[in-house]
């Protein structure tokens, strides 16, 4: 025998040759081989080819692919290289948007002061089927209130006092967020309001004006006298202090049911009084059975008298 053939007198080195040469079958058989070999490379020298095989592991960003196709029984095995986007402004929705309903136009014109006084407001005179709510003092104050109104989309006019918001003020410019407004309402709430003298009414109403500049970003433009009564004084000093109007009321809800002054049901352009109480929830239904039933829609005195 040769000598460079000797190596294979040894049994041992003849086993350890003939699994060698098994062993490159395989992997030639299988294209393991090969495949360390084809392809382009990326910029760190890692192959740029992707074998979908079965211990392939699944990138991070296809994970929750993945195991959508796992669940889905007609999905393919194969691993997707990218997931598709969906654009929000690709989907068809379901039926067509409701038609928007037309804008309001107002068919009065508040007053101007005259001879020094404000105008009196108990109704706004009008035909269209409109309703202004109206929510006085601010002495209760609970998260359950501003969610009612949004939940019926509700703005209202906030005729607030001082003396029942200075706790926590901050309080209300949710509601000033979500489109109501704050009106005036004095400071201190006295009920023998139209006793005092005119420099005492005008403090009030003006002091309170500036409160609710300083707190809300806008000056009342609307005065509500504690309690309703006013006189020719107190228009004066609504007057003297900015105010386009005194605003009273001939319906409200109160403890859970409604009291109107004229007839057994909500008008056309009724203003109606609430309070911030305990029975806020109890109120506001009623209202809102009252103003479903009357066949009105809520509007913001604000914007129906348009006084910017």
């Known amino acids: 025998m040769a000598r460079h053939l000797g190596f294979l007198r040894h049994p041992a080195r003849r086993i350890g040759i003939a699994l060698t040469l098994l062993g490159l079958s ?9 495949a360390g070999d084809a392809g382009p490379t990326s910029s760190d020298g890692r192959s740029a080819t992707v074998t979908a095989s079965a211990t392939a592991p699944v990138p991070t960003t296809m994970a929750a692919d993945a195991a959508t196709a796992q669940s889905t029984p007609t999905a393919s095995a194969a691993v ?16 067509s948007p409701a038609a928007a309903e037309p804008p309001l136009v107002p068919d009065y014109i508040l007053p101007p002061v005259t001879d020094g006084m404000v105008p009196v407001l108990t109704k706004v005179p009008t035909e269209q089927k409109v309703v202004f709510l109206t929510i006085d003092d601010g002495a209760t104050k609970t998260p359950a209130e501003l969610q009612i ?9 906030l005729f607030l006092s001082r003396t029942f918001v200075s706790d926590n003020p901050g309080f209300f410019k949710d509601f000033v967020a979500d489109g109501s407004l704050v009106e005036d309402h004095t ?9 005092l003298s005119y420099e005492q009414q005008k403090a009030e109403i003006c002091q309170m004006a500036d409160f609710a500049a300083a707190n809300y970003g806008r000056r ?7 309690g309703g009564p ?11 202090c900015g105010m386009k109007a005194i605003i009273d009321w001939e319906a409200k809800a109160n403890a859970g049911g409604m009291d109107y002054q004229y007839g057994s049901a909500l008008r056309p352009g009724e203003i109606v009084l609430m309070h ?3 029975e806020f929830a109890a109120d506001m239904q009623a209202f809102l059975t009252a103003q479903k039933a009357a066949g009105l829609k809520v509007v913001l005195l604000e914007d129906y008298l348009q006084t910017g």
């Open 26 to 34: 395989v992997l030639v058989l299988t294209g393991v081989w090969g």
């Open 80 to 95: 997707p290289t990218a997931a598709p986007e969906t654009s929000a402004a690709s989907v068809t929705p379901s039926s």
């Open 149 to 157: 109104l949004k939940a019926n989309g509700i703005k209202a006019s």
């Open 187 to 195: 400071v201190s709430h006295q009920l023998n309001f139209i006793h």
């Open 220 to 226: 009342p433009v609307f005065f509500r006298p504690p």
């Open 230 to 240: 006013y006189t020719n004084v107190t228009r004066k000093a609504a007057a003297d």
């Open 276 to 278: 911030f109480r305990p």
